[in-house]
């Protein structure tokens, strides 16, 4: 990671760096240890104290980079179909994926942009889009969305933190970078506390909140109470004396 940041900070007034935040945003959306958003919010910052670099085309690198990256993160879940019928053989599997399935359905936008801005979330949500089968319109819509957000919001904290700290523009880095952690650990607690009051309504439950249909009853089974031919249940009759007295 300090490799990555010296070559940033070496070429920040050079027009590779926009390539760099491009494939650096690409890449952290497949491996979420790539220190993408600390190299925007680091750009951000420069680019209110100093000038540089330009910030149109900053945030346009980001937010081509992330949308690449959220596109091949799907396209990898969807060739993961092996997977995915090995998971749903599987009862905790099954009850994920079919939670996933459902929380991506009917609330995908919600979800898709909201993951964007939690550590690891948008890799999970990506990956598990294209696994089960999430329309990909639909994912390339929402997430060119998320991406755009996510490049304005991390290019705007380090230009907040470079405007504050003009003269000191790694102050300003440490500024953008501290409001970023403090916005995703309120999200991330925010989404927490929601799954507690939820209770057994995600996966976490016994059944992982997915209502199961019951089985239907066997078509040659009479019902209770009932005999073949859906007369009271001989049960009821009196019974025939002299059987009684036979017993």
């Not at 999970?124 to 996510?150: D, Q």
């Not at 933190?161 to 102050?171: N, R, Y």
Request: glycine residues 14%; without cysteine; proline residues 7%.
């Amino acid at each position: 990671m300090d490799a990555v940041l010296h070559l940033a900070e070496s070429i920040l007034g050079s027009p590779w760096f926009f390539v760099l935040v491009l494939g650096l945003s690409l890449l952290d959306a497949v491996v979420p240890v790539v220190p993408a958003e600390t190299v925007v919010i680091t750009a951000g910052a420069f680019a209110a104290a100093q000038g540089y670099p330009a910030v149109i085309p900053l945030i346009l690198a980001a937010w081509a980079g992330a949308l690449a990256g959220d596109v091949i993160a799907h396209h990898l879940g969807r060739r993961a179909g092996g997977l995915a019928r090995l998971l749903r053989r599987l009862r905790i599997g099954d009850v994920v994926l079919h939670w996933a399935e459902t929380g991506l359905r009917e609330r995908g936008p919600a979800i898709i942009i909201g993951a964007r801005f939690i550590p690891g979330g948008r890799t999970a949500t990506t990956v598990t889009s294209g696994m089960i089968g999430y329309p990909r319109r639909a994912f390339v819509l929402w997430a060119s969305v998320a991406a755009l957000a996510w490049a304005v919001y991390s290019v705007g904290i380090g230009m907040i933190g470079g405007l504050t700290f003009h003269d000191q523009p790694l102050l300003g880095v440490a500024l953008g970078i501290g409001i970023a952690l403090a916005v995703a650990g309120g999200i991330e607690a925010v989404r927490r506390l929601r799954s507690r009051r939820r209770g057994s309504s995600g996966p976490e439950g016994a059944d992982g909140g997915v209502s199961r249909p019951r089985p239907a009853a066997s078509d040659d089974a009479p019902a209770p109470g009932r005999d073949g031919r859906g007369s009271p249940d001989s049960a009821r009759r009196p019974r025939d004396p002299s059987a009684a007295g036979a017993a």
